[in-house]
Each structure stands twice: as structure tokens, then as C-alpha cells.
């Protein structure tokens, strides 16, 4: 590419020290032009070069030979040594303007220095014009971007990587379609970018993130030596804008269906599960944002989606209730549920015995007395408990009609025969289906011996109940000397 370094030429008169004022020539003191430019990276061959204004008055004698001479050095004295690395030959002349070019090779990233000087061996005067030089080549390679991700609200540092010194840069950023300048031709190799946290909430409504990418064109002199662009992404950070939240938005109410505890407005233990309700009308999403979803957290477990239910409940139980915005932005709270302990009913200071009508102990009695006290969850008063007795004679399939009991109080229930032994069970049971049983076996009426009325059976210590049987009450034994036959 064509790179135009400058416009302007130091004049300097010959037979003088350079560094003079610049003059006009006279007799045998041409002017010469030193003009001190710098390669570019790649490619520097050719030099282009021109005068706007440029003279040669010879006077009262004839002109001769128009033109002039250059010499490209590396040294700023180079036109008294003549020490350069090439010399121009003659170039074209249109009236006040002088135009040339010559194909010298030049090292890349270095600095020379371009002589011009007329070329006339007669008497002239010569005036300085400007020139303007043009290099063929490239100045350097583009800066690349260096940036890491971050969030709305805060700071991006920014790092230009410059390959080419004295290079100038015009960076931009572009994010949610919004362009934000952050260098004008500027020499800076870094600079800090703010994304605004409300302007860029404005613009992203229902986003988490976004890209943002970076522009970066490099300058060397007028010309453009190239761009490079770079992405990041760019998220709200966790509370920066949280909704707003009114007291009440979440609530937790006792959910007992399809169990025992159905008809119980509480929770209960084992039994209830929370089911929680959101009012939206109570839920203030900031800057544009619009409710996304809810979620409730117990115990490990989570639910995104209505109905918001948690698992049963064991006990006293924390329940985290998130709303969350179109941002992905989050709010919460916690609700304390209280749970009814709840346990099995449980048997106690059972009395079982055979009586008579009046409740009187009696072996040859034809009823029996029945008491027990029940330990049961009141479930805040809204549970009950159901106390009853029923019996059947020993080895029956099936207990007969259970008769109510009150809680610790003895009943008599008859008629029992005082020949046969029985099973008394006193059973408790509860309004959520809890029970709790124990079995009791009344004897016969005691004998030293009975011999059954068709006398295929006789009982010791108890009246007979089977046909040909010899029966003892439980735990007797038949001890022959030493020797015991028998027993439990």
C-alpha cells in the first residue's frame, strides 16, 4: 500500500552549515532539500516524490539541463559525502512542479534521509517548494484486542497489543446495539470500559448476557494499517438487580389430601406436605424485566413448576422460595412451617380379669373386666383416639364385636363361660388410622380336677376344653422324681 510519511522538507544552502535559515540560491549556492521520513515493516523499494513549486531562473544566460538530483543516506550529512544508496537520475518538468520516483532498496523500520537538489551547471536561482514523498509498502500490522468477560455495572480493562510503534488506534465497543467510543486517534495502548448497568438493562429486558465486541483500527500517519476485533461476554451479576419483593408474595398452607389427615387443617408430621402460593402482584421486576419463574427448595429437594409442593414433612421444615426475572436476576425468602408431631398410639396399664356382674374378681365368674389407658399426638386438638375390647375363645379364627372403652376406666363385658379360657384384644386406633392392639388370655375357672361330661377329657388345675385330652393350665409341668416332662 501507498503510505504518505509527510509533506514537508528542511532547505538548507550549500556552502553553509545545515541547519541555516533556508534562502533563496544565488551564484553557485543551489538550495538542497533534506527530508528525514522512516520506513515502514515491509516493503519499502520505491519513493515517490514532488514539488509544487520549484524554480530555475537563469538569468541573461540560456537554461540548461532542467532537473534535479536525490541521494537516499542514512546519515544526516550524507549530501557532502555523497555516501548514499542511490542517485537520481533527471526527472520531468511542467512549469512551477517537478515530479519523480526511483526504486531504491531500503531496510525495513529504519530511518533515512532523502536529499534533492537542482541539477544545472549555469547560473539560476532555485525556491524551496513542498514536497510531498510517498513510500510503497506496508507500516506495521494491526493491534490485536485483549479483553477478559465481566459483568454490566463494572469495569473491563482493555488491552491494545501494538506491534507497530507511534501507531494510533480508534477502539469502540458494540453491545445490544450500542456502540460506545472508547479512544480517538489515540496513541494509549489501554483504557478501562464501564457498561453502564442501567442503560444496558434497559436494552436487554429478557437476556442473562451478551456479547460485546471490540473494534480496533490501527493508524500510521493518515493511512489505516488494518483491524482486529475481539468478543467477550457480559452478564448481570448475582443482586444487582434483584426484584423487589412485598411482604406476603409467598405463602406456605398445609396440604393433607388424599391421606388419613384430609380433614385436618394443620400440618402433621409424616402426613402433610406444604403446598406454597406466589402473588405476582407482589413481585416488582426492575428496569423492563418480567417475572421467569418460581421455585421452592426443601430439604434438597426442588419444584420449577406449579403446583409448588413440597415432599412430606417430617418435622419443623425451612421452605426457600425464589422468584426469578427475565434476567436471570433472583429474590428470595424463606418460610418457617410448623409441623404437629405425630406418633402411633400407644397401650398402657392394661387390666384384664375374669369377674363377675358387679366387676368383682372371680374365678368361676362368667365376665370379665377390662381397662387400659391409650397415649395418642393431639395434633393440636384435632385428633382423636377410639378405645375398645373384643374376645373370642382360645384356637377361634375371628375376635367377636368390639365393645368401647373409656380411656384408663374399667368395663365388665359377659357372658364368658367359666370353662372355657379366652383372648381379650384391646385395640386403639386413631383418627389418622394409627392403632396400636395388645391380646390378653383369660382361664378357666381353677379345678384340682374335672373330668369333662362325656368323659373323653379330664383337666387338672382347669375345667377340660378338648375331647380326649389330659390338660394342665399353662405353665404346669408333669415331674416323675427328677424327671420333668412337658412345660413352656
Known sequence: MSTTVSTSASWYRVGAKYGMDRSLGYDGYPLVGRFKFHTPAEGATTLQFASGKYELYGGDYAYQDYGFQFLVTEESSGYESQCGVGIGSQTSRNGNSMTGSQSVQLMPEREYYLWIWPRSSGYYRMEPGEITVTLQGVYGTPSTISAADGCFGGQIPVTLNVSTPGAMHDLSVSCAGRTETLLNQSSASACVWEPDLETYALLLTDQEQASAVFRCQTYYGSSCVGSSTATIQLSFSPGSLPPVLTEGWASAAADNSGTAAAEIGVFVQGFSRALVRFDESKVACRLGASIAGFQIRCEGNSVSQAPYRTQVLTGDSRIRCTVTDSRGQEAEEQLLVTVEPYSEPRLTEAAVFRCDASGNAAEDGQYYSAAARVLFASVGGQNSVRLAASHRQREAADFGTETGLENGTPRVIGTISPDRSYEVR???????????????????????????????????GKAPEHDRCIELPAGWVIRIGDRILGGE
Open 426 to 460: 384391646l385395640r386403639a386406633e386413631d383418627a389418622l388410622g394409627g392403632s396400636a392392639a395388645l391380646t390378653v388370655t383369660i382361664p378357666t375357672q381353677r379345678w384340682a380336677m374335672k373330668f369333662r361330661p362325656d368323659g373323653l377329657g379330664v383337666g387338672f
